[in-house]
């Protein structure tokens, strides 16, 4: 599809995946809606702009969406999963949609190093993944893998629709719905590609920051747990192969 020319967007939409780059990538968009002369107003992303960290919709009680179901927003930036916005009757005019994925096993233990290791979430504090016992880290791979799936594909009744269901739905929404994404490790492509497609009344001038990226570098872990996490992940791995050679093509 050309920019703007056979599709007129109203709206831009971030799909932000958990330990996805999401964070630097708020700001960058966050910027370039003010630098577009968008009102504050006309945005929302957690974290900017006054507006806290935990107010992504999910997070939101009855009155707050109530609140934001008012607001003509232009922007929006949170974690909240694929359609999940509109579904709970946020107003966004012809929405361009957009997400970044990233190497699921970077994801996960960047995910892990970040909630765990370092906020201690689950009494994990300063615990490495490799000193978990069995039954833990087995909990955690159960509860922390093939995330991006679950937000991509939005269904809430997974162990009645099934991963591998879940992941033809990813893919279909990553090649029909999504009007652009990108992967974390080639935020180049994945800017060129954005930067293509986006509405013309966004302007993507800015540098690319980079922030919040703990635990960006693969840590020394042993190769049975590597294989745990690859397994817990196959079909994010799928997903993330999928999307990345979309990418190319699409570029």
Known sequence: MAKSEEKEYG??????????????????????????????DN?????????????????????????????????LANHCKYGEDTAMGIKLESPFNFTILRDPVKRFIS????????????????????KLNDKKLEVLLDKLGNIQVGYISNIKFKKVVGLENMLKICKYNIHYEFDAFGVVEDMKTTLHFLKKQCPSWLKLTGTFPTLNT????????????????????KYDIELYQFSKNLLYTKK
Do not use: M, W
Request: contains cysteine.
């Open 11 to 40: 709206s831009f939409v971030f799909t932000h995946i958990p330990k996805c780059g999401g964070t630097s990538f708020r700001k960058y968009i966050n910027d370039a809606a003010i630098d577009s002369g968008l009102k504050l």
């Open 43 to 75: 945005i929302y992303i957690p974290g900017f702009n006054e507006l806290d960290n935990d107010k992504n919709i999910p997070q939101l009680d009855e009155n707050e969406i109530k609140t934001l179901q008012k607001k003509e927003l232009k922007i």
């Open 111 to 130: 995910h892990y190093h970040f909630f765990y290791y370092t906020l201690g979430y689950n009494d994990c504090k300063g615990v490495s993944l490799d």
């Open 214 to 233: 703990s635990n960006s570098k693969k840590v020394n872990l042993p190769d049975g747990i590597i294989a745990r996490i690859e397994e817990a992940n």
